[in-house]
Nanobody, 117 residues
């Protein structure tokens, strides 16, 4: 069974930083592209960052230059370092793994990030 458990969210001031973590199990972690999504109230879930098995990264324009996705294959972990946070970054953040068709495999509970003064 595939399980993805996100952690590290919380309340932070604008301009602050948070580091999100995602623990993956039930998959051969090193064989999957991994991604971070977020969903704000009343909005669709959107992809904010992804990382390939080889370490190549991609970012949504809204977070490029502020967020960094990374992975540790030895620990089956993927991370999202978020710097220079803005109120519009407020959302529930989810990680996921992609299957051979490029579709996300499973959703965890997410972790809440709130950016507010």
């Amino acid at each position: 069974q595939v399980q993805l458990v996100e952690s590290g969210g919380g309340l932070v001031q604008p301009g602050g930083s948070l580091r999100l973590s995602c623990a993956a199990s039930g998959i051969i972690f090193s064989s999957h592209v991994m991604g971070w999504y977020r969903q704000a109230p009343g909005k669709q879930r959107e992809l904010v960052a992804s990382i390939t098995t080889g370490g190549d990264t991609n970012y949504a324009d809204s977070v490029k230059g502020r967020f960094t996705i990374s992975r540790d294959n030895a620990k089956n972990m993927v991370y999202l370092q978020m710097n220079s946070l803005k109120p519009e970054d407020t959302a529930v953040y989810y990680c996921n793994a992609y299957n051979r068709l490029g579709s996300p495999i499973n959703w965890g509970q997410g972790t809440q990030v709130t950016v507010s003064s």
